[in-house]
């Protein structure tokens, strides 16, 4: 009796196995609020335009109000990030320099959990004298120059993320962030010209942080980028890429 079921269990096994990996949707978790931008804009922009893209269940978390130095309660649970495919840092809290309140959140990262940084994700914990949140990012920005229209060129085209990007794109009026430094696990996907100094900082990039993938792009600042398609299309192929989808 028993040798008639063994078949029967192995077929159901190759049948369970055979199932695509990937077809549940993604969870994602939005960390959102603080200094300087339109959150509740932002959050409904991305949510919406990240559909078009790929199955995504998204929880938002928008707090801190326009606050420079708020803290997330969120990141005080150490499995905070556990329930996620992936996490989007767009919070904007630059005066908050606590080493072992930024740990909880990248600790969590290191522990596998991908994310994508947008933005001011690249300004806040500036004040931090370790280079834990800089690390994480794959990159270290302190500063950025005046609003304009800039030219985004891409550097890498095989890359998942740059599919369907198109040769030559122009953001709305946004912010270029200076990049001081480039980590050594990231890898520039896209470039944009200081008009400032004439210098090229990557603006779209990822980063190898301990053998979680995350993706970040420093353009974001108004609306009028976050209602642009190729700039959605742009975050949206970053996202599914660090979910590993
Ligand atoms: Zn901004």
Redesign the pocket.
């Known amino acids: 009796m028993k040798l008639l079921f063994l078949p029967l269990l192995c077929l159901l096994a190759a049948v369970t196995h055979a199932a695509p990996a990937n077809s549940k949707p993604v969870r994602a978790l939005l960390i959102t609020g603080g200094c300087?931008?339109d959150y509740e804009f932002q959050a409904k922009s991305l949510t919406e335009g990240v559909k078009k893209f790929g199955d995504v269940t998204w929880t938002v978390i928008n707090e801190g109000g326009k606050s420079k130095d708020a803290r997330i309660a969120l990141y005080d649970n150490p499995n905070w990030a556990k329930p996620y495919d992936v996490v989007v840092h767009n919070e904007c809290f630059a005066d908050l320099n606590d080493i072992a309140y930024v740990r909880k959140i990248t600790a969590a990262h290191q522990a596998g959990t991908p994310a994508v940084v947008i933005?001011?994700a690249m300004h806040t914990y500036r004040l931090l004298q370790q280079d834990d949140w800089r690390e994480f990012l794959g990159v270290t920005s302190r500063r950025?120059d005046h609003q304009a229209t800039y030219a985004v060129r891409p550097v890498v085209k095989d890359h998942p993320v740059m599919r369907g990007f198109p040769e030559k794109w122009v953001t709305p009026m946004d912010?270029l962030y200076i990049i001081e430094k480039l980590w050594p696990k990231a890898r520039a996907l896209a470039v944009s010209t200081s008009e400032a100094d004439g210098k090229e900082y990557p603006v779209i990039w990822v980063n190898d942080y301990h053998g979680t993938r995350i993706f970040g792009t420093t353009y974001g600042?108004g609306n009028v980028t976050w209602a642009d398609p190729i700039y959605l299309g742009i975050v949206a192929r970053g996202l599914l890429w660090a979910a590993g989808r």
């Open positions: 300087c931008h933005h001011c950025h912010e600042h």
